[in-house]
C-alpha cells in the first residue's frame, strides 16, 4: 500500500512497501502528482511488470563512461587509444545526463557535434562505443534500464573509405632512397620487411629473435591483432634483412610509435607521398603473393586474416595493368 506524506520542505513524498519488490521512496512538488505516480507503480507491481529504474535514475552516463574505462579497458590492446577517446567523450554533454533522461535526441546532438573533421567511419566509432557501455551496464553491471534502446533509433553514417592505395614500383623505389636519408637507420628495412611479409607495423617492432628460426626460414608473431601466435615463412630476402640485425632481444629497435611516425612521415613526404601509409605496405605484400601464384586461402596464413572476404576486399588491390603479361599467356582456343 502506497503511503504519501508531505515534508517538512513543503514536497510530498511518496512511500511504497510491497513484499518482492525494493523499498521505494520519491518525491514531488504537487500532491497530485505524487498521487499518480503511486497508483502507477502499484498498477505495474500488480501486473508483474514493475522495473525498480532507482538505478538508472541515480546514474550519469558519465559514470557509465569512467567505470567502462577504469575497469574494462586496460584489457584491451588499444586501451591507450581508447582511453584517450573516452576521456574526450567526457567533455561533452551527453554525458551528463542521468540514464533515465537519456534518449535518441542527446546521441543525434553528440553525433552532430563531433561530424566537423572526423570520417563518418570515426564518428561511427564513437557511438558504437558509448552503445557498448550501454551494454555493459545492463548485462555485467546489473543496471535496469529503460526497455527502449535510445541507440536502436540512431542511424549510423554510411562509410566509403575504404583505402585503395598500393605503391608503384617506382614509388616504391623513392620511398626507400627518401627513408634512407632518415636518422632512423632501420627505416629503409622495415618498408622492406613489410612489403615481403604483409606484417603489421605492431608484428614487425614486437618480432622477438627468439621467435625467429633463419635456418628453417620460419617467424612467430606472438599476439597478434586477432588475439593468436603467426607463424609465416619467410622470403630469402627477408632472412637477408634479419640477418643484418645480429644483436639484440629483437630485431628493429623502435623507442616508440611516435618517433617512427616522425621519420617515416618526413620520408612519404620526401618522396612526395603523403597519401601513404606504412600499413599501405600491407596491400602492396598482398597484391605481390596472389599475382607470384599463391592461392588466397596461402596468403591469408601469411597474412592472418580470418576470412577470404575481407582479404579480397580491403587488400588484393590488383588492377587490369597488373595483369597484362599473364593474359598474353592464356592460350587461345580456336
Known sequence: MAYIRKLKSGKWQCLI??????????????????SKYAKMIES????????????????????????????????????KTL???????????????????????HIH???????TGRAPKTVNMYIQTLQTIWNIARSQWGITLPA??????VTY????????????????????????KTKLNVLPDMIKFASITAARYSEITGLLRCNADLNKRTATFLNTKNGEDRT????????????????????????????????????????????FRFHDLRSRAIKSMLLSGMSEIEVAAVSGHKTLAVLHR?????????????????????
Open 314 to 334: 580491403r587488400y588484393s588491390r590488383i588492377k587490369a595493368r597488373d595483369l597484362i603479361e599473364k593474359i598474353n599467356n592464356v592460350v587461345n582456343l580456336k
Open 148 to 153: 527502449q534502446n535510445p541507440f536502436a533509433l
Open 109 to 115: 546532438k553528440f553525433k552532430k557535434e563531433i561530424t
Open 232 to 275: 609465416i615463412p619467410l622470403h630469402d630476402d627477408a632472412v637477408a634483412i634479419l640477418r643484418k640485425y645480429p644483436f639484440g632481444e629483437k630485431f628493429f629497435n623502435v623507442r616508440t610509435r611516435e618517433i617512427f611516425r616522425n621519420y617515416f612521415d618526413k620520408a612519404r613526404c620526401g618522396a612526395g607521398l603523403s597519401h
Open 157 to 180: 553514417n554510411k562509410v566509403m573509405n575504404e583505402r585503395d592505395v598500393t605503391l608503384s614500383d617506382e614509388e616504391f623505389k623513392r620511398l626507400l632512397e627518401h627513408a634512407a
Open 17 to 34: 512497501r510491497r513484499i518482492g519488490y525494493p523499498h521505494i521512496a520519491k518525491s514531488f512538488l504537487e500532491k497530485s502528482t505524487c
Open 83 to 105: 582511453t584517450y577517446k573516452l576521456n574526450y567523450m567526457l567533455k561533452f554533454k551527453i554525458c551528463y545526463y542521468n540514464l533515465l533522461q537519456f534518449n535518441s535526441a
Open 44 to 79: 505495474q507491481m500488480d501486473q508483474k511488470i514493475f522495473q525498480d529504474l532507482s538505478g538508472a535514475e541515480g546514474t550519469t552516463l558519465r559514470e557509465l563512461v569512467i567505470k567502462y574505462r577504469d575497469e574494462i579497458v586496460p584489457e584491451y590492446k588499444s586501451a
